[in-house]
């Protein structure tokens, strides 16, 4: 089972560590320092046995919570620990939000099913809004949201 808590400035560089691992995309240190430094941005840690194993981002603004991001190491995905910080997180948006937001790469398969099977529902799609790196061509976005106040 994780743990979770609060993201500090001392964890910057095991976070950005672990987005660089874990992620083809990864955001980088600038992105999670801005969060930190936000009202309204929840940065939490998700931890095995004291050992950082993923991390989240969320945004709240009036009645509206946007995940911003989610991730976990390459050597943990698929064990579960996506789904339970998701839940996390979730439980966190319902405290002061009605709806939560997110956007998902159409590639990011996986990621996809887990939120459609925590409740999520496809909304729209954003036309080529992740941009072309040396990997990828641009890639449409896939909004999705959860009616938080049920």
């Known amino acids: ?13 095991c976070v950005t560590q672990l987005e660089t691992e874990a992620s083809e ?9 801005d969060s930190l430094g936000k009202s ?3 940065c939490c840690i998700a931890s095995l046995n004291e050992q950082h194993v993923g991390h989240g981002v969320l945004m709240t603004v009036a009645d509206e919570a946007h995940l911003l991001i989610i991730t976990i190491s390459k050597s943990c995905q698929g064990k579960g620990y996506g789904k ?6 979730v439980m966190q948006a319902r405290q002061n939000a009605d ?9 990011n398969v996986s990621a996809f ?3 459609l099977n925590e409740g999520l529902g496809e909304i729209g799609r ?3 809004y992740y941009p072309a790196n040396e990997h990828h061509a641009s890639e449409d976005a896939i909004v999705m949201a959860l009616d938080l106040s049920v």
């Open 40 to 42: 309204g941005y929840i």
């Open 84 to 89: 339970q910080l998701l839940q996390h997180l």
């Open 99 to 107: 709806t939560l937001f997110l956007e998902v790469r159409e590639s």
């Open 126 to 128: 954003r036309k080529n």
């Open 113 to 115: 099913n887990l939120y």
């Open 25 to 33: 995309h990864p955001w980088k240190a600038r992105h999670f320092e």
């Open 1 to 13: 089972m994780l743990s979770f808590r609060d993201m500090t400035e001392q964890d910057l560089p």
